[in-house]
């Protein structure tokens, strides 16, 4: 009877737990905060994120964003809400404001340990604050205290960023949402708590609304502007200048994937040349240089390539589909005195062979029957697989290329970068992004690191196109073995260093520093891919007549690029990490050492402190709910993330079964 009476009593209690986690389930389908600290039933906040609104203004290769988001709080207690949101991979970004209560706060650049300890006593102070923190130089932190019932506040951010030509047509990216990271457990431990940042349902719309328009300028006429992500109306003003905005009519969501516009020039020109700034203390040029066009498949050499795909969770669909045939293209057309490898990898990793294979017809089939194997699911250990790919011989009498093909879903991207520019030898590695919200700076900063391009897919409708692209592009160097040297000027800080090999029809940037007069000439050397020597003189003098000595954002940029140089090694002594402090206070630039902080000196009248809130982010379009994993960000969907009050139940119960069994044992 008693065991009986035990059985019964245990049932009572596994249904309340059932129920209890099935009310987790039932909650509310809309995405809602997780507020820390909170233990009742209006912890389902609103959302604070309102709306942001981007304005653009592109000047020839140039562009200027400038970003307002909106902030209210409609709920019913103090909140402290907390947004990770993406930018360019070449944003430098230069200024902040905060708009509450009537007042405008300019935002101060600051070390980010003391911005931050600022920030959280205004914070205790009860004092409206703003923080702008970079976690990468594409992914940054606000985080807003002291968010009343009824308030709205707009915090307004600026950046300036230099727009290259591939193929004569220049490319503006906009990301709208950051794609979940597999940390591999490793985030908490290293302080990237970002990481852990709540997505939304899969499919769930974004509750912020997203707007985005553009000015278009040009020095030569335009021929077409394209949009290939957002429904865009275009309205051109005169042959060079066009406004565009997306257009919201469609009634799309527009804030799960990146905004990509694209325009090209007449006659198929590059717009390349020299900008000069004469500063106070410091003068900063910026040089675009058009490459010479590419040679004949005939006169490159016998290629290696290794293939690495990524064939985790997050790659399930679209993304999977699109690199299985990107492979089996590339393999298809490699030529029978080329030689390559195949190696996939999610959690683990295989390889299709220790050796390089012969592209004949039977390891060509070979290679078919692999890549259509691969399945997706696990997490995505990338170092791991290309330490593997490094490691695999071959290529010693041919040019060897590594094609990483991948979303780049990870948060090791200084130390992958770091470790493709250490071991890369005399090979070259390239990347193949796919996905409507791909890790841009994962595959940009890899892709410079191995001396290759990025090229990435965002829609399936691209995928064809891209992927030849990408097949022309590893085929064929253009610009080898580049020098940067100057006759009747002096020269400092230039960069990229090292110079990279140019594989695709971009013009080569450099930035620098310059003394003097406007005098003298810059000049360019490097070897075409059929061995041609190139060379390419500028007369700063004759850029000087043409263009001026005032263009601001020239000195912002070069510091940008000076901050990332500087910043993708994986190890930064306390010299590295001062000089990017130096540059961050100096140029006014957000860098991981320098943030943004605005203060209204005005305390709020509020009782007890603001209860913290993250913005749940969308799941990119056509990234599986997959993606999101035991190391990944939390997904908030249909109350998935437990309430406190639930897992206070949970545990009250486990406790009562723990007193059941003691009392059992009494008895």
Known sequence: MKALHRITYLAVIYGLLLSALHAEGDSPSSP???????????????????????????????????????????????????????????????????TTGGRVIAARIQESVKAKAEYETAKAEKKTAALLEEHRPNVFQMSVANLLPGDDIDVEIDWTETIPAVDSTYEFVFPTVVGPRYTGGSAAGNGETWTANPHLQHGAPSPATFTLEASLTTTL?????????????????????????????????????DFILRWKLGNDQVDAGLLLNHGLTKNHFLLQIAPPPRVALEQIPPRDYVMVIDVSGSMEGFPLNTAKDLLRNLVKGLRPEDTFNVVSFASGSGVLSETALPANDE??????????????????????????????????????????????????????????????????????GIGSAVNRELLESVARAGGGEPVIVTTGKEAGPAAAKFREWVSNPVLAKVQITADGVALGGIEPDPYPDVFASRPLIVTGTWTGEPKGKIIVRGI??????????????????????????????????????????????????????SLGLNYSLLTPYTSFLAVDETPRAMEGLAQTVKQPLPMPQGVSKSAVGGSSPAMVQNGSVPEPGSIGLIAFLVVLLALQRQRDLQS
């Open 32 to 98: 809602y905060f997780q507020i820390i600290g909170k233990h009742d039933d209006s912890s389902n906040e609103q959302l604070p994120l309102k709306s942001s609104a981007a304005k653009v203004t592109i000047d020839g290769t140039i562009a200027r964003v400038h970003l307002t988001q909106r902030y209210a709080n409609s709920g019913s207690i103090p909140i402290e809400a907390i947004y990770v949101f993406p930018a360019s991979t070449r944003a430098a970004v230069h200024g902040m404001t905060l």
């Open 221 to 257: 006429p335009l021929a077409e502007v394209t949009c290939p992500s957002h429904p865009l109306a275009v309205d051109f003003k005169a042959k060079d200048r066009a406004l565009v905005k997306i257009d919201s009519k469609s009634g799309a969501e527009n804030a799960n994937r």
């Open 363 to 432: 390891n060509v089939s070979l290679a078919v029957q692999f890549i259509g194997s691969r399945q997706s699911g696990g997490g995505t250990e990338l170092e791991a697989a290309l330490k593997r790919a490094l490691a695999l011989p071959g290529g010693e009498d041919r040019s060897r290329s590594i094609l990483l093909i991948t979303d780049g879903y990870v948060n090791v991207e200084a130390e992958t970068a770091e470790l493709i520019r250490t071991n890369i030898g005399r090979a070259n590695l390239f990347t193949f």
């Open 528 to 581: 075409g891919g059929n061995g041609t020597r190139f060379e390419k003189s500028i007369d700063l003098a004759e850029a000087a007549a043409a263009t001026g000595l005032g263009h601001p954002a020239v000195p912002v940029l070069w510091a940008r690029e000076r901050v990332r140089h500087l910043t993708e090694g994986a190890k930064r002594d306390q010299a590295t990490i001062g000089e990017i402090t």
